[in-house]
C-alpha cells in the first residue's frame, strides 16, 4: 500500500510539473505575441501635421553660442540607442524572473521530496493508543480459468484426433494396396499354372469310341394355350371397336386366336 501511495505522489507530482511548464511556455508565447504587436503598432507610419501656410517656417541663423553647444548634441543618445537599451533592460528583468520562478520550482520539488512528519496537537491531554486493526490474512490467488486455455486445449484435441484419423485412412489406404497387391500376384501365379502344357491320355486304338443310341424317348411337343382371360378379350374388344370407324370393318380383321392357330398350321406343315 505504501508502495502503490508513494508511486501515485510521485506521478501527481510529475503531473503537475508537466502542467506548471505547460502553462509557463503559454504565458511566454502570449507575452511574445503582445510584445510583436505593440512594435507593429510602433511601425505604423502616423500621418504628420499639416505647415501653416499662413506663417511659414523661416530658419534662424546659428550664432556662436549655437555653435559651441553642437559638440553637447553629439553625445545625446538617439533614438536606436535608446531602443537597444530599452530592450536590453527588459531582457534582463525577464531573466530575473524567470530564475526566480526555476528556484521557487526547485525549492517546491525539494520540500515534496523530504517527508515532514505531523506535528502533535496543542493539548495537555495525554495521547490516545489507537487500537491496531486485526491482521489480515494473506491472499490467496484463485486459479482463473480463461476461456481462451480452454479454447486451446479443446483445439488440441482436435487437432490430435484429425492427425490420428489421417494416420488410419493411410494406414488402412497402404494395407488395402498391399492385399491388392497380394491378390494380383496370386492370380497371375494361378494363370501361370493354368497356362502350363499338360500331357493328355493317348486314345485306346484297339477299342475304338462308338456312339450308341440314346435310351431316352423323343420329346413329345405340348399344344401351346392361346386362349386369354374373358376380361382381357372384352377390353381389346372394346379398345378395338372405339379405333374403328364402323362395324363392316371388324369382320374382315382376324382375331388373335385365328392369327395364333394359323402360326401353329404353318410351323406343323413346315
Not at 236 to 263: I, R, T
Request: hydrophobic share 30%; with cysteine; aromatic share 6%.
Amino acid at each position: 500500500m505504501e508502495r502503490a501511495r508513494f508511486a501515485h505522489q510521485v506521478a501527481e507530482k510529475r503531473r503537475l510539473i508537466k502542467q506548471y511548464k505547460m502553462e509557463r511556455e503559454r504565458q511566454q508565447k502570449l507575452e511574445e505575441e503582445e510584445e510583436i504587436k505593440r512594435l507593429r503598432k510602433e511601425l505604423i507610419p502616423k500621418a504628420q501635421l499639416m505647415p501653416y501656410f499662413d506663417r511659414p517656417f523661416i530658419p534662424r541663423r546659428m550664432s556662436c553660442n549655437d555653435m559651441s553647444g553642437t559638440s553637447r548634441l553629439q553625445h545625446l543618445p538617439s533614438s536606436v540607442e535608446k531602443a537597444e537599451a530599452l530592450y536590453q533592460q527588459r531582457g534582463q528583468l525577464k531573466e530575473e524572473q524567470l530564475m526566480k520562478k526555476i528556484q521557487k520550482l526547485v525549492g517546491e520539488e525539494e520540500k515534496l521530496r523530504m517527508p515532514i512528519a505531523q506535528g502533535l496537537p496543542w493539548t495537555t491531554d495525554e495521547p490516545k493508543c489507537l487500537i491496531k486493526p486485526p491482521v489480515k490474512k494473506n491472499t490467496i490467488p484463485i486459479d482463473l480459468k480463461l476461456h481462451s486455455d480452454i479454447r486451446a486445449v479443446e483445439r488440441a484435441r482436435f487437432a490430435h484426433q484429425v492427425a490420428e484419423k489421417g494416420r488410419l485412412i493411410k494406414q488402412y489406404k497402404m494395407e488395402r494396396e498391399r492385399q491388392q497387391k497380394l491378390e494380383e500376384e496370386e492370380e497371375i501365379k494361378r494363370l501361370r499354372k493354368e497356362l502350363i502344357p499338360k500331357a493328355q491320355l493317348m486314345p485306346y486304338f484297339d477299342r475304338p469310341f462308338v456312339p450308341r443310341r440314346s435310351e431316352k424317348q423323343p420329346t413329345v411337343p405340348r399344344e401351346p394355350k392361346f386362349c386369354i382371360p374373358r376380361h382381357k378379350t372384352i377390353k381389346c374388344c372394346k379398345m378395338s371397336c372405339n379405333d374403328m370407324s364402323g362395324p363392316s370393318q371388324l369382320q374382315h380383321l382376324p382375331s388373335s386366336v385365328e392369327k395364333a392357330e394359323a402360326l401353329y398350321k404353318n410351323r406343323i406343315l413346315q
